[in-house]
């Protein structure tokens, strides 16, 4: 059953948050629709990372501010999970309601069957005619038949039923993928990563072992959609996404952490191993080449700059990004396409 995600909202928080959502929405000439006033009331509200992340890009560009932009993003974060799940719903009410109609059907004769029975054995309790006892003993063969029939019936549309349910049990699965997905780059999304993030850091205090996380930040990235366009960024973003997913290996997990920024989880990877497997993936990145497939146009290198940080047990997940972002900005400072750990 789906919880309220405004239920702790009393009417003086939920006020506060009104007055600033309208404010937000005002300050950056969001018209203050429906669709937008959710949004910027989730905003403010400030429990959907992921949604801050998206927010805050398009609204530090002026010029992605198009009704198409934030229609794109509400669809995006509130919609299509939404339908699916409505869909399912529906599909879920559809086979309850079968099996309470086979339920109600096959058990509908069993009344009378038993009545049958019990008209029999009184039978049998006294001395009647062989024409009586033949009608009567044919009485309960027919039931028995009808009996039999219904319940073979009712175990093939049970059966089709399982199916179904079968079915509909993967449909969930892959809903669940899905949500934990980034659309564009084809690896975990921010929601994915948080939940990992909050395992991982659970797992290693129980089991007292070392974990690293990494944030990585394409370099000059606004240079590509300057000037290619944003399908070529869209296209830089991808092959980031690619070989991450391509250097890392076993439980270790990347994710677009948001914009052109990326982040990987290393469990069970004290700092020197993490410091290692950070310069393949730079390597691995700054080695390929991006290009227009009909004009053979090269779009330019790509690289990464990479900030490291190791957890401790004492440690918050906000102090392991603060860490890991501030070792990023120091490799950003130094010059770029460089690894730095956190201090």
Excluded at 26 to 32: A, D, G, R, V
């Amino acid at each position: 059953m789906e919880t309220n995600p405004y239920s702790g909202d009393n009417f003086i928080k939920a006020s506060e948050h009104l007055r600033q959502a309208i404010s937000l929405l005002s300050q950056h000439k969001i018209p203050p629709s429906p669709m937008n006033f959710r949004m910027g009331y989730d905003y403010v509200v400030g429990k959907d990372k992921e949604l801050a992340t998206a927010f805050n890009e398009i609204i530090s560009q002026p010029e992605e501010l198009s009704e198409e932009n934030l229609w794109e993003m509400y669809r995006r974060l509130f919609i299509q999970d939404e339908r699916a799940l409505e869909k399912t719903r529906q599909e879920l009410r559809h086979i309850i309601g079968n099996i309470q109609g086979e339920f109600e059907r096959t058990g509908g004769n069993l009344p009378s069957y038993s009545k049958t029975l019990d008209h029999f054995a009184d039978i049998l309790t006294t001395s009647v005619s062989p024409e009586v006892m033949a009608v009567e003993v044919q009485k309960v063969l027919d039931n028995t038949r009808s009996v039999e029939q219904s319940q073979h019936q009712f175990e093939s549309k049970m059966s089709n039923i399982m199916t179904e349910m079968e079915l509909l049990r993967k449909e969930m699965e892959q809903i669940k993928e899905e949500s934990l997905i980034d659309a564009l780059t084809g690896i975990s999304n921010r929601k994915a990563f948080d939940t990992t993030l909050e395992d991982t850091i659970q797992t290693a205090r129980e089991e007292k072992t070392a974990f690293c996380l990494l944030l990585a930040d394409i370099d000059h990235f606004k240079k590509f959609n300057d000037t290619y366009g944003h399908l070529v960024g869209d296209k830089v973003l991808r092959f980031v996404g690619l070989t991450l997913k391509r250097c890392l290996k076993g439980q270790d997990m990347a994710a677009r952490y948001g914009g052109e920024e990326f982040a990987v989880i290393l469990p069970q990877t004290a700092l020197g191993g993490a410091i290692i497997a950070a310069e393949q993936i730079r390597k691995a990145v700054s080695s390929g080449e991006l290009k227009d497939k009909r004009t053979n146009q090269g779009y330019g290198k790509v690289t990464i700059s990479i900030g490291i940080a190791q957890f401790y047990m004492n440690g918050s997940p906000d102090e392991l990004i603060q860490s890991a972002d501030k070792a990023l900005y120091l490799a950003k400072e130094r010059g770029r396409n460089r690894v730095e750990k956190a201090a």
